[in-house]
């Protein structure tokens, strides 16, 4: 059994910046890989970004690339999806989630075994 712990999260002016980090507990950090998903408001949740477990390997979304940076910390067990460059179309509610086996569809919900409560991200002016 995996808890994930969400945190970060804000308000903040479009252009402004905010990290979120993800904290697992009940299992080491290095076992599997981690992924950011977000939903906003009336819309189904939706990929942002993974990593996998060594952290080598990043994926993101087109709507994300080159704005946020996942990263992750196995030494400190914590995950982290800097955000830049905010825009009012990233409102959502971000959740981090861990994929135990990967199975070749990172960017769809179904590839995550855990997931955690989320975190309400508003960019707003």
């Known amino acids: 059994q995996v808890q994930l712990v969400e945190s970060g999260g804000g308000s903040v002016q479009p252009g402004g910046s905010l990290r979120l980090s993800c904290a697992p507990s009940?299992?080491?950090?290095?076992?599997?890989?981690m992924g950011w998903f977000r939903q906003a408001p009336g819309k189904e949740r939706e990929f942002v970004a993974r990593?996998?477990?060594?952290?080598?390997?990043?994926y993101y979304a087109d709507s994300v690339k080159g704005r946020f940076t996942i990263s992750r910390d196995n030494a400190k067990n914590m995950g982290y999806l800097q955000m830049n460059s905010l825009k009012p179309e990233d409102t959502a509610v971000y959740y981090c989630?861990?994929?135990?086996?990967?199975?070749?569809?990172?960017?769809?919900?179904?590839?995550?075994?855990?997931w955690g409560q989320g975190t309400q991200v508003t960019v707003s002016s």
């Open positions: 989630a861990c994929d135990l086996r990967y199975s070749g569809s990172y960017n769809l919900t179904d590839e995550y075994d855990y």
């Open positions: 009940g299992r080491a950090l290095t076992t599997y890989a």
């Open positions: 990593i996998s477990s060594s952290g080598l390997r990043t």
